[in-house]
Every structure is written in structure tokens, then in C-alpha cells.
């Protein structure tokens, strides 16, 4: 038996899908499904049309040619594929529960059937006597082989049966089970809606030169066979097809975006004056990295070219960024220009702050903090300052793209972190400048593979730095188990023996705060009993605390006067002590890749040497244990977010989810970097060659586009 896994299916279809009259029809005008099934659909599956039917794709298939006899089956087998005869069944009861048994005969030995819910429905559809598909995990109990809860399927005769035929299973609901739509009832509205599908419902927008080169099937074909292909060549091919039209059109939009947004017309910031030299020559505390004067170059190339610059600039925990951004801003000022940094929230908007005021003392720089905290005269100074010139650069959070928000002359915007920022709110942000937009440079501390980052940045420039700064030591990491909890109350003995701080972190898990601050609180009162003031001081800070409360218990761990700080997040704490050396993560495991690696570049700011210690349950699950060993083996922000990619797919990754820019099915950047490069490359080729799909073998693309109403808005928008 083949078993074949795709992509679960998210509810997301790829942009510009809008094809036909027939495919914009309500659901509940498809046969089988009426207004209240209908509902249920757009509840339970956000499935609103006969196009979000029709994009509604399988997550698995099972080839119904590859049996096996009940005699031949083993333990330790993957779920099974039986076709027998049902010979029995009846209902047992246990108090107030009931369940369904029967017996399935193939001849060569018999099995047993068990289920626990929906016995009463379950036992109206079933006939003794029929032959049956069986589809199941087999287990034993007192000896004897069992299937709990099969999926079945009634076999009318052999000369009905479909042979041949990869049989698809489609995600479903409780709710929907219910009302008759599991898979195989969503297998019946699938019939019912493609029974009546052409070709004219599915235009195919793809030039004929790049079908005919990538030997593609029609677009048409690929959306009837993805739902019942015949055989696992039929169903390649399929797959091939809807994959390339995701990456397709999504670099298609990039590319278009990226070309667009190299002609904007921005400010030429040519001169290098006094504010960057003296700065660059007197108050940089440290040589720049090879890598951070290279991004310089670049930056300092598109600034000057009266080009609006776009750039993406990546780089690790600690690989200093923020200098880089600091030197774009000071040519801005010394070519009379405004800045802003946009943060996503306070904390960070503040950390950026502090950090700056620290670098620009001593210099004839001006700038403020505006967040929605600051109010009063206080916030109208800093309005009213920033509007006459006064100010020359201003750090915030959301409150900087309000209306009563008036720059005098802006000319660069840093944003950190862009996936936190919605399309709108960046537009907003643009329109600060007048005459012409500002140029754009986003920051981000999440490092994203360079496949990855061709999906969802494809339409900037990327920088990226790539080396820390000299004299920073690898963090070293290790994994202790719950065991040998006495070693670690030891270890940081002796670090603050040596005048370290510590950071102790417990997971903040949404679906269970109470437990994981039952956890903290416990965790603080052990350390309480092992670690005793006055010769320990020790802060706990987690989010329930009122701001002022926090505040305070940070200032106590930032000014040295405690040795340890325990949060739930240090991610939410954000603050930068170069003298802590020793992160301790507890249960570890409960926490992803990348946000333990943001975790550990908490520490090692110093020039000493800093530890992370990963604490782990006993019992470990695979995946557990691979990202921890991960963590022990590398530093490398990079290698660990392509890690993480392979463990968890990238509409987990932290950041992504909330960019919009993954709106895939099937198709994956990791998985499919191939097909992604040669998507891209295909694109740019078209678009270099034609801009404006003129030409006669691009009419059907540009039609397309057309037609759909220029569905991917080609924005300006950074």
C-alpha cells in the first residue's frame, strides 16, 4: 500500500484565482450541500464558493490497489489497507458509553472493528454482508488484531470498482463529520463540482512557450486530476503544475514590485559630511566588521543614486545593526534630512532608544522617543519639534505614523522587524515625506535562509551581516535533564562569585498561563531556598505584573543590583546587559528553534565568556531532542532557521505567519528551492524581455491580469 502525503490543507489559495462566473457561485447552490451545510463550510473550512471548493486540495491519498491480506499483517505496520467482507456487528455497552464492533473477513484471516463515537450513525451506514475498503492503524489487545475508529468504504461490485485510482482524504471537522461531510462526503460535493468544470472556467494564464519548455499540464487538468488522479504519474504532474503557478504568480508580484520600486524617484543623499566623519572617526566604539562596512557601501550607493532605496538588512543577534543604521541616519542628517526608526512595541521601541542616546552623546544630533505612553506637553514638545526641524531623528512605536505627526523633512525610515507592520501602516509612514517617499531600510534579527527570503523579501534588496563583532565569544551551549538540577544551582554560584548575572526563563504558553506561572513561582521559590539574601539577590518580572512593578524589578537586574533576573520571556523583557553571561532556559523543549536562539543572544554581549543551559524533562520526543542538539552544535543563526524550517515548515516560523507572503498550498521553499529558483529565474526573464507583457506570446498572462483586475496590486508599499 502507497500512502502519500501532501501539505495540509491551510484554506489559503495563491493570488489572482478569480476565474469564472461558475467558480464565484455560493456554496450552498452546489448540489449536496444547501444553506446549512453550506454554513458549516464557511465556518469550519472557510469555504465561501465553488472556487474555494475546487482549491480545497487533498492532504493525503491511498491507492486503493495496494492491499494486504489480514493473514500477512504484522505489528509495527503503518495504517493498512484491507478489502473484505463485513460479517458482523453489534453494539457492546460499557455503563452509559457504547461502542460499535465488527468483524472483517478477507479469507486469508479476520479483523476486528471498534468504535467509540458516533456509534449510532456509524452502525446505520454499515451492512453486514457488504464488502468493504478498510483504511487503518491495526493494533492488538489480548492477542487479537484491531482497528479503532476505520475508514470504510462500501465496494457495490467488482465491475462498479475504479481500478487504478489514488483515492484522496481531505481534512475535515467534528462539525462536519457530523453533518455527513468527511472526507468521503466532501469526495461527493468534489465530484459534483468538477462534473460540471471546463476549461473556460479555468483560463490558463501562463504563456504557452513556458508550458511547452517546463512540459506542463493544462491548468484546467492539474485542478480536475489534484482531486482523482488515476494513477502517481497523473498526480506528479498535477502537483508540478499547481506548485509552479504558486511560486509563479507570487514572484511575478515580487519581481514586478521590486522593477516598480527601482524607479521611485527619492532624495539623493550624496554628501558625506561632518556628522558621519566626526562619528565614524572619534565616536565609534569599536572597528567596524568586514561585513558591516560592506552593507555601508551598499547602502551608502543607494542613498546617493536619487533612487528610493528599498534594502532588507539581516543580521543575527548581536551583529550590530544598529551602528549600521545609526551611520545611515547621520548621512541623512548631514544632508539635512529627517529620520525615523519605527518599532513594533514599546519595549523594544525604548531599548532602541536608550542604546542610541548612548552612541550620539557628545553630538549635536537631536532626537526623541514617541510611543502611545508619552502624553501631555511632553508629547506636544516633541511634535511640535519635530514638525519645525528641530529634531533630527525620532525613535517610535505605531504612534509615529499618526496624523498629528508632521516631519519637517523625512528622508529615511528604518523599520525593525517589517512582518509586525501591516501594508497600511507603512503607507502611512511614507506619506511623512513630501515630496517624494523615503528611503526604507528594514531591519530584522530573524535569520531567514536565502531561498526563504527570495519568497518573502524577493521585492527588496538584501543586505546581510554575516560575522559578529571582534572580541564576542560563541555562547557556549549545553543540555541538562531535571536530574542533575543540583550541578546548575552550582554553576551559578560560581558565576556570580565572578561578578556574572544570570537569566532564568520559563516558557509563557497562551492555552496554559496559570500552569506556566505556577511553574515560575515554584521555580523562584526553589532558587529562594538554594540561593539566600542577602548574598543573592534575585528579580521576577512576567507579564501579569502592573509596568510600574516590572519596571522596577528590571532596573534592579540592569543596574547590577540583582544577580539573576526569572521572567516567563525574556523576548518581552528586551533589555541588554553586556554583564550577563548564563542563560538559563527551563523546559527548554517546550520552546522553538528560533526563539531559542533569540534567547541565547541575550547573553554574550560582553567580552567574556557566556553560557546557555537548555533544562529538559526526562522524556524527550524526536523532535525535542533534535532541537536541542541543533542549539549545542551551532551559533549559526542561519543554520538554525533552516533547522527550524525542516522541523516545523515556513508558516511557522515566527514572523512569517503574519507577513501575508506565504499564501502556498503545495508548494514549499525549502522542500522545493529548485522549482523556486527556476520559477524566478523564468519570471525575470519575462519581464525583462517584455516589462509590459506587449508582446503577442504574452497576451494570455497579460489578459489574465487584466481580467482578474490586477489582483496583485502591484504596491509601492515597502
Known sequence: ????????????????????????????????????????????????????????????????????????????????????????????????????????????????????????????????????????????????????????????????????????VYSTTEKLNQRGLNSKG???????????????????????????????????????????????????????????DEFFFMQLRLWKRYQSRKNIISYSFDKIGNLFNDFYGDKLPFELTAAQKRVVKEIRKDIGSGRQMNRLLQGDVGSGKTIVALLTILIAADNGFQSCLMAPTEILANQHYTGLVELLEGTNIQLALLTGSIKGSRRKKILADLKSGVLTFIV??????????????????????????????????????????????????????????????????????DELPPGRKKVMTYVIRDRKRGQMIEFIKKEIEKGRQIYIVYPLIEESEKLDLA?????????????????????????????????????????????????????????????????????AERFGLSQLHQLRGRVGRGNEQAYCILMAGNKLSKEGKERLRVMCETNDGFKIAEADLKLRGPGDIEGLRQSGELALNLANPISDQDMLESTRNIVQMILNDDENLEKSINKRLRNYLIKTKEKFRWSFIG
Open 186 to 244: 466532501l469526495i461527493r460535493l468534489k465530484k459534483n463540482l468538477i462534473s460540471n468544470l471546463s476549461s473556460h472556467d479555468l483560463p490558463d494564464p501562463v504563456p504557452l512557450y513556458i508550458l511547452d519548455r517546463l512540459k506542463l499540464i493544462s491548468k484546467y487538468d492539474a485542478h480536475r486530476i489534484i482531486h482523482f488522479p488515476q494513477n502517481q504519474k497523473e498526480l506528479d504532474a498535477a502537483i508540478k503544475r499547481i506548485k509552479f
Open 1 to 168: 500500500m502507497i500512502i502519500l502525503d501532501l501539505f495540509p490543507s491551510s484554506g489559503i489559495t495563491y493570488i489572482c484565482k478569480k476565474m469564472s462566473r461558475y467558480l464565484e457561485t455560493s456554496i450552498e447552490y452546489l448540489k449536496g450541500v444547501g444553506p446549512v451545510k453550506g454554513d458549516l463550510l464557511k465556518k469550519e473550512k472557510s469555504i465561501f464558493t465553488f472556487e474555494d471548493l475546487l482549491f480545497d486540495f487533498p492532504f493525503r491519498y491511498v491507492d486503493k490497489t495496494k492491499t494486504i491480506k489480514i493473514s500477512n499483517i504484522r505489528s509495527g505496520f503503518d495504517p493498512v489497507l484491507i478489502k473484505g467482507q463485513l460479517i458482523a456487528l453489534h453494539k457492546k455497552s460499557a455503563g452509559r458509553r457504547k461502542r460499535l464492533h465488527g468483524i472483517l473477513d478477507d479469507e486469508s484471516g479476520q479483523i476486528e472493528l471498534v468504535w467509540f463515537q458516533g456509534v449510532s450513525f456509524i452502525e446505520k451506514s454499515l451492512h453486514v454482508g457488504g464488502s468493504y475498503m478498510c483504511y487503518g492503524k491495526v493494533s492488538y489487545h489480548q492477542g487479537k488484531k484491531s482497528i479503532a475508529h476505520p475508514e470504510l468504504e462500501r465496494i457495490e461490485s467488482d465491475s462498479n470498482q475504479i481500478r487504478g485510482q489514488l483515492s484522496p
Open 396 to 465: 517610535g512605536t505605531h504612534a509615529l505614523i499618526e496624523d498629528p505627526v508632521i516631519f519637517h523633512r523625512l528622508g529615511l525610515a528604518i523599520t525593525d522587524e517589517q512582518h509586525r507592520f501591516g501594508v497600511q501602516q507603512r503607507a502611512k509612514l511614507w506619506k511623512k515625506a513630501n515630496p517624494y517617499p523615503p528611503h526604507i531600510l528594514v531591519m530584522t534579527a530573524t535569520p531567514i535562509p536565502r531561498t526563504l527570503a527570495m519568497t518573502v523579501y524577493g521585492d527588496l534588496d538584501v543586505s546581510i551581516i
Open 519 to 587: 511553574n515560575l513561582d515554584q521555580g523562584y521559590e526553589y532558587l529562594l531556598s538554594q540561593l539566600p539574601r542577602p548574598q543573592y539577590q534575585i528579580s521576577i518580572v512576567h507579564g501579569r505584573m502592573k509596568a510600574q512593578d516590572k519596571e522596577l524589578e528590571m532596573n534592579q537586574f540592569v543596574s547590577g543590583r540583582s544577580q539573576i533576573l526569572v521572567a516567563t520571556t525574556v523576548i518581552e523583557v528586551g533589555v541588554n546587559v553586556p554583564n550577563a553571561s548564563v542563560m538559563i532556559i527551563e523546559n
